[in-house]
């Protein structure tokens, strides 16, 4: 199989060669990018485009897929030889991408001006073991969005500081009969509900592993699976939130079915000022809760980054393009679906004006930004957690005895 | 020309399509059975020789026999009610009434539409908050609260059924229809003339000339519905809580998801193995019903 791949490869590049040679200098990169949330598909395209008007002498080639398709497609493509240059990757992925050789370490070609631009938290995402494998693109965590309009109707003065302030509101608005179910998440059996999980965990002051073994079967991870089953079992939180994924979860807070949901940063102004919202204009947003004692807020760190892969024959122009896409020009000018990685964007009113709420939450959240665990084995773990998730909010087992198998189960 | 030439022009003849086959399937299939017996991840190491372990760990897991079920339980749910609507389907077609032809073009729609589109499609309509179902019970009277229909373990499988039913049940249709108009007139009069009733005319005259093809149709939707993936994939991803999760998705889990080259081209045999089992068990039947009927 694999002398069969080699002899493939070779014929791909003998013929590659000769067109490069012969035919015309231009390069064409292929990169692989998501269909939702943060930049747009639109915006992705209209960013490129103005790349390809810079440098008329790359092309680009867009592939969208869902975020649920991304990790896979990227490993597929590279376990068959590769196909594309640039991919967009998730925080969670650096460790198994860098193990298995897929992007490539890119220590070497970062600027002292990125090192001291980009917010030190955003450099976590695309770090591992030391070395560098892209560039911070989507600065991202979740906040906690809130209804102004139900909440000033239940009397409530302030949004919650403590999980525990959240629970009491949302029973406040429960039992004014205001909503039937004030609290929206995305627990579907997909990596959203290890996010709003990973959320709890860091409020709790969990963590992940411990020697790169299990910890999250006890203490604060234990808690914050108990948090999430009482918000479900209590009947304050959507219980359709157990199929949501993020998009779900927008809709039904645009429609005005929710007091407070927490989602991503591209909500804040999809609800509050698009015009299929039907509460725009009420939207407010902090960051997530804290617990007494324990946290002030908390985040968890759903960044993402733009690498190279191992199987790119144009690095170079990969990372033109990468930097590019990074740029800060580039990020301040579509800063309202996704804030910039730049430390001094958020002193600039063209990004700050009109969005000075979430500028506000981020600033605490930001700074707030709790990893899930860097392992190689990441997809395996999460694929446990999801499980245990679900049958701990079914009911099928307690909190304990679903966290314990799932720690049994993650391959670590 | 001698038989034996005539033999030996025939396989020389189809030379061309037989490399061809080993290149698309055999070669293909030689090197999943070569993967199966190594510890190979997707990308990077090439793995080494770890004999049957693969499978001695997929046959034992809990989680492997857990889906096993769950696979079994929607094919033969589902398989049943598309062999039943499809027959029911065909014999109203087969009836002379005003706008037959219209009708038979859009029955086949659901069945033509790609899986994906059909699998979205059912997604909202079983969605929990806005969702046609939940709309339509409730206004009926049947139900007095929204269901999460696609969130609960009880009805999660249950509504994969009924979407892949409605993709399915066409094929079956269109092939049962096919030899409806096969069925000579002249048989059915008699029948008419001596006295046979619905029952005992679709029984004894009608379904001998259905059985062969809807054995066909049996063991094309059999293993269609064991190796179904998309349609589960986009609706539930498996979830919730792995109720709905098929082998096919544990394959994908393994071996692209965890990377586990070696570990999914072994599971992907046992459920390539399983399958062929079913369809030489068919074939066999079919033999002997053709026999029968000859």
Known sequence: ?412 | MSGTSMTTRAWFLMLPLLAVMVAVIGWPLADTVGLSFTDAKLVGTAGNFVGIDNYVKTISSSNFRRTLIITTEFAIISVFAEMVLGVLAALLLNQQFYGRTVLRGLMILPWALPTVVNATLWRLIYNPEYGALNAALTQIGLLDAYRSWLGEPGTALASLIVADCWKNFPLVALIALAALQAVPRDITAASLVDGAGPFARFRFVILPYLAGPLMVALVLRTIEAFKVFDIVWVMTRGGPANSTRTLSILVYQEAFSFQRAGSGASLALIVTLLVAVLAAAYAALVRKTAGSNA
Request: net charge negative; with cysteine.
């Open chain 1, 1 to 412: 199989m694999f002398k069969s791949k080699r002899n493939a490869l070779l014929g791909a590049t003998l013929i590659g060669a000769f067109f490069a040679t012969n035919a015309y200098a231009e390069t064409t990169l292929n990169a692989l990018f998501m269909a939702q949330a943060a930049y747009s598909e639109a915006d992705v395209r209209a960013m490129t485009e103005a790349f390809s008007k810079a440098n008329p002498d790359v092309k680009v080639n867009l592939e969208f897929v869902p975020y649920e398709g991304l990790h896979d497609k990227t490993v597929l493509a590279q376990g068959s030889g590769g196909g594309y240059d640039v991919v967009l990757f998730d925080v969670i992925w650096p460790a198994e991408y860098a193990t298995n050789k897929v992007l490539v370490d890119v220590s070497s070609r970062i600027t002292d001006d990125m090192t001291k631009g980009v917010l030190p938290g955003a450099w976590t995402t695309v770090q591992y073991d030391g070395a560098y494998y892209g560039m911070p693109w989507i600065l991202d965590t979740k906040y906690l969005f809130y209804n102004k309009d139900i909440l000033e109707k239940a009397g409530i003065k302030a949004p919650p500081k403590t999980w525990d302030e959240l629970a009491e509101q949302a029973k406040i608005i429960k039992d004014k009969g205001l909503l039937a179910t004030p609290i929206t998440w995305s627990w579907s059996q997909a990596e959203a509900a290890i996010c709003d999980y990973t959320t709890l965990v860091s409020a709790y002051g969990g963590k992940f592993l411990d020697g790169g073994k299990p910890a999250f079967q006890t203490g604060g991870g234990l808690d914050a699976l108990k948090y999430m089953v009482s918000s479900y079992t209590s009947g304050i939180s959507n219980p359709n939130s157990k199929e949501f994924l993020e998009e779900d979860v927008r809709k039904v807070f645009e429609n005005g079915e929710a007091a407070f949901a927490l989602n991503w940063t591209y909500m804040y102004n999809l609800a509050n000022a698009g015009k299929d919202s039907k509460v725009a204009g009420k939207v407010g947003v902090v960051p997530a809760p804290g617990v007494a004692g324990k946290s002030e807020v908390s985040a968890v760190n759903g960044s993402m980054g733009l690498g190279i892969t191992s199987t790119s024959k144009h690095p170079d122009d990969a990372w033109k393009y990468i930097t590019f896409m990074t740029s800060q020009e580039v990020q301040n000018q579509y800063a309202k679906l996704s804030l910039p990685i730049w430390a001094s964007s958020y002193e600039d009113p063209a990004v700050t004006k009109g969005q000075e709420e979430l500028i506000g939450a981020a600033k605490l959240g930001l700074a707030a930004m709790y990893p899930r665990p860097t392992t190689p084995k990441y997809q395996e773990l999460s694929t446990a957690l999801q499980q245990a998730i679900q049958e701990a909010l079914l009911g099928q087992a307690s909190p304990e005895d679903a966290l314990k198998t799932a720690a049994e189960n993650s391959g670590l």
